[in-house]
Antibody, heavy 125, light 110 residues
Framework: EVQLVESGGGLVQPGGSLRLSCAASGFPFSTYEMNWVRQAPGKGLEWVSYISGSGSIIYYADSVKGRFTISRDNAKNSLSLQMNSLRVEDAAVYYC??????????????????WGQGTLVTVSS | QSVLTQPPSVSGAPGQRVTISCTGSSSNIGAGHDVHWYQQLPGTAPKLLIYGNNNRPSGVPDRFSVSKSGTSASLAITGLQAEDEADYYCQSSDSSLNWVFGGGTKLTVL
């Protein structure tokens, strides 16, 4: 059974830092691309960051570029998100989500097939 | 605001059929990127509902179906049940923004 368990959320002041972790199990972690997706209180979903299976390809949403760093440890089946210079607008539940893709219509199609339960990040003074 | 546009809410009585629209642009849905749908029950994490052309993960009933045309897509739910009350999100790829979601639609079963 695929399991994704996030941890590391909490209360932090604006300008502060926080490191989120996601422990994966039930699938060959190193062969899957992974993502962080967040959801502000009462709001919709926002993709945050992507990392390839080897960790060699990384993407960020413009809203977090230069402040957040995604990484993975395939030996430990673990995904991380280092969040620096946190802003009030970064407050959200952060989900780690497994990526899957298939090829059709001349391009790769990507979706998120498994999600963790989320960890809450509160940014407030 | 979200790159993909969904109605904030829809409602229907048990047994009825409802649809949820998802409107994008030429850089996402209109560029040939498939649309995928997620269901978020109250207080829980999103769950994959349908991906691409009516591909349902194990356990998702065929009461849920999707269609796509041009820069828009739709999720249809037939035989509405109380357990379908949830938030629904569409998602696609975008040529310049990587992966984008709709703002979500709250389905109320009357």
């Amino acid at each position: 059974e695929v399991q994704l368990v996030e941890s590391g959320g909490g209360l932090v002041q604006p300008g502060g830092s926080l490191r989120l972790s996601c422990a994966a199990s039930g699938f060959p972690f190193s062969t899957y691309e992974m993502n962080w997706v967040r959801q502000a209180p009462g709001k919709g979903l926002e993709w945050v960051s992507y990392i390839s299976g080897s960790g060699s390809i990384i993407y960020y949403a413009d809203s977090v570029k230069g402040r957040f760093t995604i990484s993975r440890d395939n030996a430990k089946n673990s995904l991380s998100l280092q969040m620096n210079s946190l802003r009030v607008e970064d407050a959200a539940v952060y989900y780690c989500a497994r990526h899957r893709h298939y090829y059709t219509s001349g391009t790769y199609q990507y979706f998120f097939d498994y999600w963790g339960q989320g960890t809450l990040v509160t940014v407030s003074s | 605001q979200s790159v993909l546009t969904q109605p904030p809410s829809v409602s229907g009585a048990p047994g009825q059929r409802v649809t949820i629209s998802c409107t994008g642009s030429s850089s996402n849905i209109g560029a040939g990127h498939d649309v995928h749908w997620y269901q978020q029950l109250p207080g829980t994490a999103p769950k994959l509902l349908i991906y691409g052309n009516n591909n349902r993960p194990s356990g998702v009933p065929d009461r849920f179906s999707v269609s796509k045309s041009g820069t828009s897509a739709s999720l249809a739910i037939t035989g509405l049940q109380a357990e379908d009350e949830a938030d629904y999100y569409c998602q696609s790829s975008d040529s310049s923004l990587n992966w984008v979601f709709g703002g979500g639609t709250k389905l109320t079963v009357l």
